[in-house]
T-cell receptor
């Protein structure tokens, strides 16, 4: 596609509900990254993939969060038993390679509100 | 650990005023430095970058120089426009973390006509 596509754009979940957030990176990009952006803050790294391999998940805040990319294209961030503190915008970014100076292209994000 | 500190906003300017948004960083080694911009209703976009000391990144009239001696990467523009109203994020990445970006908390800029 022309850019990084994320869905849904908005999600309201009841506390305790499981949610799945989808990221469709730019075609040909090998490295989708996930970030969490709380209101008024900068994005915080969660995890990233290179192809199908999840190379770094050190930013995941708890074992309720996990991400997958089974077929090397679409990536899904899943949050189990959502809590109010999970309310944030979840951003996906992709780049051609994992090099630090390679531009990361960001999607518009999914705004998750846990009530 | 690695971190970025930005001046707190919001910043409000009149059109054609000079803009500076301060950014300092803490990192081991030689990070790459970035400014990203988020316009209302849009995703983060790369504005400019610098990959080594004394490099100057520039784009759309904005500039920032990588100063290793002061660990800074301040964003400047000589004459802002209403269309520059957005949130600006300073960020860094290091080779050992393979592209992971560390962001500052962002600075909201509003430009009035």
């Amino acid at each position: 596609g022309a850019g990084v596509s994320q869905s849904p754009r908005y999600k309201v979940a009841k506390r305790g509900q499981d949610v799945a957030l989808r990221c469709d990176p730019i075609s040909g990009h090998v490295s989708p990254f996930w970030y969490q952006q709380a209101l008024g803050q900068g994005p915080e790294f969660l995890t990233y993939f290179q192809n199908e391999a999840q190379l770094d998940k050190s930013g995941l805040p708890s074992d309720r969060f996990f991400a997958e990319r089974p077929e090397g294209s679409v990536s899904t961030l899943k949050i189990q038993r959502t809590q109010q503190e999970d309310s944030a915008v979840y951003l996906c970014a992709s780049s051609l390679a994992e090099q630090p100076y390679t531009e990361a292209f960001f999607g518009q994000g999914t705004r998750l509100t846990v009530v | 650990g690695d971190s970025v500190t930005q001046m707190e906003g919001p910043v409000t300017l009149s059109e054609e005023a000079f803009l500076t948004i301060n950014c300092t960083y803490t990192a081991t080694g030689y990070p790459s430095l970035f400014w990203y911009v988020q316009y209302p209703g849009e995703g983060l976009q790369l504005l400019l970058k610098a990959t080594k000391a004394d490099d100057k990144g520039s784009n759309k009239g904005f500039e920032a120089t990588y100063r290793k001696e002061t660990t800074s990467f301040h964003l400047e523009k000589g004459s802002v426009q209403v269309s520059d109203s957005a949130v600006y994020f300073c960020a860094l990445s290091r080779g050992s973390t393979l592209g992971r970006l560390y962001f500052g908390r962002g600075t909201q800029l509003t430009v009035w006509p």
